[in-house]
């Protein structure tokens, strides 16, 4: 079949739908909403109130089901739809030759992501992947300063959703950092291995993994949707620096050594021993470079739809790619397994069975 992506003229704007209009499709149409050079032409939903209620609010119309009529008029989509219905929903829209950034995660499983993936070139469309957090101001701050990591640790920590429970915390929160680590260190996985239980839903709220690269860089995910507040941070550790961020606080901070430090010609105890008249900030600072980034204020998802529709309108690969959105369900997908099997080798010693 030809393929037959709809992009806009130069001096004309994106039309654009929302698909799905619940807690974060409505964000997605309220950003269109606002920003230049795009034409928000409807939302939908199978809910109809729900469709109403922010048509009405947004001054758009508002629909409850995609109508052949209503994608004749659309170049680009999002769909931010439940994860199952993902390949259903963007599907239809690819064949029509509508761009799609599809919420994260891509797809429910590998497969699903590689029919989507072979379809968006297959149509030549846009394919953009919802990975919200490469567009955090508190990340963009800190890639500059990002090189060759050797060890990065991440941990995401929610209050139970029950917007969430028909995916496994793996796929619901673990899989942003999953998508940023990859990007971070390009070198082929080595080594995977996680754990996981159930608590309050009938998937994992609870996830711990870690993956060692070939390069040797390891990293470590803790994610979990059992909790009261929220702690979203990443620790990354170079040769020569470290960063701390936090993505609630909004804040980073960089250390790295000083220019000529040595720690060979370091006299540690007697260092130990001035620590406890001096303390050790004064000490640290002998060696070290502290620095506090400046983190935009920025909303992330603003620069998401930005980014898409620059790729709509280029027609240029965007910034989340459907590859690295097949990546980042791979890697989900072998942890799981990874859980699936350790939770199996549990209940056989706890039955006092032996696994085969």
């Known amino acids: 079949m030809e393929k037959r992506a709809k992009r806009p003229g130069t001096n004309e704007p994106v039309n654009v739908l929302v698909v799905g209009v619940g807690h974060l499709g409505k964000q997605h149409a309220r950003v269109y909403r606002e920003l230049e050079g795009v034409r928000l032409v409807g939302v939908v939903d199978t809910d109809p109130e729900k469709a109403r209620a922010v048509g009405t609010l947004l001054d758009v119309p508002h629909h409850h089901e995609a109508t052949p009529q209503l994608l004749s008029t659309v170049q680009a989509a999002s769909v931010v739809t439940p994860t199952p219905t993902h390949l ?99 070198s ?84 130990a021993s001035l620590e406890e008249s001096q303390g050790a900030y004064p000490l640290f600072t002998q060696y070290f470079n502290i620095e506090q980034l400046n983190i935009s204020s920025e909303e992330p998802l603003k620069g998401e739809l930005q980014a898409f529709l620059f790729a709509v309108r280029t027609g240029k690969e965007p910034v989340v790619t459907g590859e690295h959105g097949v990546q980042a369900i791979d890697i989900a997908t072998q942890m799981l397994e990874k859980i699936q099997t350790s939770q199996e080798a549990f209940e056989a010693r706890r039955r006092g069975g032996r696994k085969g």
Do not use: W
Not at 140 to 162: K, N, Q
Not at 227 to 247: E, G, T, V
């Open 88 to 186: 259903d929903v963007a599907l239809r829209l690819i064949e029509q030759g509508i761009s799609v950034l599809v919420e994260k995660p891509m797809t429910s499983s590998l497969q699903q992501a590689h029919t989507l993936l072979e379809a968006a070139r297959h149509h030549g469309v846009t394919l953009q992947v919802g990975h919200i957090e490469r567009f955090n101001p508190v990340v963009l701050a800190a890639l500059p300063h990002i090189r060759e990591p050797v060890f990065i640790e991440c941990d995401r920590i929610h209050p139970f959703s029950f917007r969430s429970i028909e995916t496994s915390v793996v796929l619901d929160l673990m899989i942003h950092d999953i998508d940023i680590v990859l990007n971070l260190v390009s």
């Open 188 to 271: 082929p996985v080595a080594q995977l291995d996680a754990v996981g239980t159930r608590v309050l839903s009938g998937t994992e709220d609870l996830a711990n993994a870690r993956i060692t690269f070939e390069n040797g860089c390891t990293a470590i995910f803790k994610a979990s949707r059992v909790a009261i507040q929220k702690n979203r941070k990443m620790r990354i550790f170079a040769s020569r620096s470290y960063l701390s961020l936090d993505y609630v606080a909004k804040t980073g901070m960089r250390i790295s050594f000083k220019d000529g430090y040595d720690r060979d010609r370091i006299d540690f105890k007697k260092m």
